[in-house]
């Protein structure tokens, strides 16, 4: 199993920046790419971006493309979410979650709060 915690969320003005981060740790030698997702109230939960694990592949939600980027450390098992201009559009709770190659997102963090105000 991988453990996954995030950090970083917060309260910010509209066109602030966050970020958030998220550490793994446990069977991390199964990483093949992790990623954000986010749930707004009464929303279903959305994709948001995806690093892999190895390599320098990223993708993104097209809501938050040229605002949001992603990046990895390897070395300290974590992946950050660097967020700017940030729209009150953005408020969720912002899970990290890994997947191992199956085509699925089978560990998920508790998930942060990000709020943005207008």
């Known amino acids: 199993q991988v453990q996954l915690v995030e950090s970083g969320g917060g309260l910010v003005q509209a066109g602030g920046s966050l970020r958030l981060s998220c550490a793994a740790s446990?069977?991390?030698?199964?990483?093949?790419?992790m990623g954000w997702f986010r749930q707004a109230p009464g929303k279903e939960r959305e994709f948001v971006a995806a690093?892999?694990?190895?390599?320098?592949?990223?993708n993104y939600a097209d809501s938050v493309k040229g605002r949001f980027t992603v990046s990895r450390d390897n070395a300290e098992n974590t992946v950050a979410l660097q967020m700017d201009s940030l729209k009150p559009e953005d408020t969720a709770v912002y899970y990290c979650?890994?997947?191992?190659?199956?085509?699925?997102?089978?560990?998920w963090g508790q998930g942060t709060q990000v709020t943005v105000s207008s």
């Open positions: 979650a890994v997947n191992g190659g199956n085509g699925r997102y089978d560990y």
């Open positions: 690093i892999r694990w190895t390599g320098s592949n990223t």
């Open positions: 446990g069977r991390t030698f199964s990483i093949y790419k």
